[in-house]
């Protein structure tokens, strides 16, 4: 590996450190066991870490997007079960068509509860003695998005899973598993975690229409992990239904036509992505 400036690749070693660094660097290099040099010629310092401040950049701007989608999924959780069944509705057992796990769910976000330290959950605890636990809009605030994905999931009434997914343009079968498969993604940006060349195992279920939406998709490989391609068509598809005057597409392309190898592979990105039509 070529390193142009050794003073300034000691200060990314120690600020970033090499084990973090090394991730980056993993692609550039021969496989394992291969005879010669380690890394492919032409690798620099320079490269990886560019690389890294795209993947960085990257976790930004997903986050951000990411943050419209759960707010808007939220909001339409908690105006669906209030409206059909009061402030307190949500803590029916009969809504959720497995016992053991709505209890689960319950367990922890009773604890939630108890522990925040919103000022919203405190007016309520110090106002009011039953029910002891908030009404579903104030829980909405403070549920984990991957806390607010198990509880919609759970509901076992379709017709009011799809209720709540109708404003975001998508079927429940489509919005259950894509849920999950965001919050992966939204844990792993704010935690910093590498996400331009990851594969996620817990994967989402591809829809088959609008045609606009499957003329975009990439046909997820059937036993590999999924790559971030299809969750960011998503985002973009989610984005026009909650926000249409969004620019959140154009800042991303812009930033992908950044990427310091313009190999955007490792994404799943297909070969002609920017002809498809939610990309036009």
């Known amino acids: 590996m070529a390193i142009p400036d050794k003073a300034r690749a000691e200060h990314w070693l120690r600020h970033v450190s090499y084990y973090r660094l090394s991730a980056y660097w993993l692609p550039f290099e021969h496989p394992k066991g291969n005879p010669g040099q380690r890394f492919l010629p032409g690798t620099s310092f320079d490269t990886v870490t560019a690389l890294y401040d795209f993947d960085r950049r990257l976790r930004l701007v997903v986050l951000d997007a990411i943050e419209r989608i759960e707010v808007a999924v939220r909001g339409s959780w908690a105006y669906e079960l209030a409206q059909r069944f009061g402030p307190h509705g949500y803590l029916d057992a009969r809504l959720y068509y497995h016992p053991g796990k709505y209890q689960e769910n319950l367990v922890r976000l009773t604890k939630d509860v108890a ?7 405190d007016h309520y605890r110090r106002t009011y003695d039953t029910p002891a636990m908030p009404p579903v809009w104030m829980v909405a605030e403070m549920m984990s998005f991957g806390q607010l994905s198990r509880w919609y999931a759970l ?6 899973r799809n209720a709540i997914a109708r404003p975001l343009g998508l079927p429940e079968a489509v919005l ?23 594969g996620f195992l817990l994967r989402m279920r591809v829809p088959s229409k609008p045609a606009a939406l499957l003329n975009t998709l990439e046909p997820p490989a059937a036993h590999a992990p999924a790559q971030l391609y299809n969750a960011l068509v998503l985002i973009v598809y989610l984005l026009r239904q909650v926000d249409p ?15 310091p190898t ?3 592979c490792a994404m799943g990105f297909p070969s002609g992505w920017d002809a498809r039509p939610l990309w036009r």
């Not at 522990?115 to 959950?121: A, G, L, Q």
């Not at 259950?176 to 060349?197: D, G």
């Not at 154009?250 to 992908?256: A, G, H």
Request: charged letters at 20%; proline letters at 4%; one cysteine or more.
């Open 262 to 264: 313009s190999d955007l």
């Open 245 to 259: 005057t969004s620019v959140w597409r154009d800042e991303l392309t812009t930033l992908l036509n950044q990427h």
């Open 176 to 198: 259950v598993p894509l849920l999950k498969h965001l919050s992966t993604i939204r844990n792993s940006c704010a935690h910093h975690a590498r996400l331009w060349n990851r």
């Open 115 to 121: 522990n925040s330290p919103e000022t919203y959950i």
């Open 155 to 160: 509901l076992g009434d379709r017709a009011l």
